[in-house]
């Protein structure tokens, strides 16, 4: 019969902690001083969801499931704005790159002149890496409103940037991962 002490100890380390994580994004138009600007200032990020789907398959009045492809879930970051909008310009940037923001055509481009990679860091509480999952193929689809009001005093400009990618690769705790 299990007790506290066995729960307790089933939690090394404190038990990972929702605080302690890492988010750097390089790769389309976000250089180098953006893309250290994103690590620091990001201040909610998520480890992506990913589905295997099911193909249903009938077979003599019954229907047997297998398993179908993997997908994955969107990746929203929510980021602190800084006076000189360096993440937020370069995240415009990248879309205006993809999809000119003051025209209403884009020309054809191959996705490999705009793919990034993300990647978000599941830190210990002393800083060490214990999980790792890399965001391959990732452009932004969504850079949100920053919300202006005469009332919010005392408050940063933060705004949500939303973001598909192809497939991730994890790596650290957990056992050997490899690509979806």
């Not at 602190?80 to 370069?90: H, T």
Request: hydrophobic fraction near 40%.
């Amino acid at each position: 019969m299990a007790n506290v002490n066995d729960f307790v100890n089933r939690l090394s380390g404190g038990g990972a902690r929702a605080n302690q994580f890492k988010v750097t994004v390089t790769g389309g138009f976000m250089g180098g001083a953006a893309s250290s600007a994103m690590t620091f200032l990001c201040r909610t990020s998520a480890l992506p969801a990913m589905t295997v789907g099911e193909v249903p398959v009938p077979y003599r009045g019954r229907t047997v499931y297998v398993a179908g492809d993997r997908t994955y879930a969107d990746w929203t970051v929510t980021v602190f704005n800084d006076n000189d909008w360096l993440v937020r310009g370069a995240l415009e940037s990248w879309s205006s790159g993809i999809n000119n923001i003051g025209s209403s055509t884009a020309g054809a481009q191959p996705p490999s002149s705009y793919y990034g990679e993300g990647q978000v860091q599941q830190l210990d509480r002393s800083e060490n890496v214990i999980r790792t999952a890399t965001l391959h193929g990732l452009w932004p689809t969504n850079v949100a409103e920053i919300a202006l009001a005469y009332e919010t005093n005392d408050i940063i400009e933060e705004f949500d940037c939303t973001f598909r990618f192809n497939y991730m690769t994890l790596a650290g705790e957990g056992g050997a991962l490899g690509a979806g």
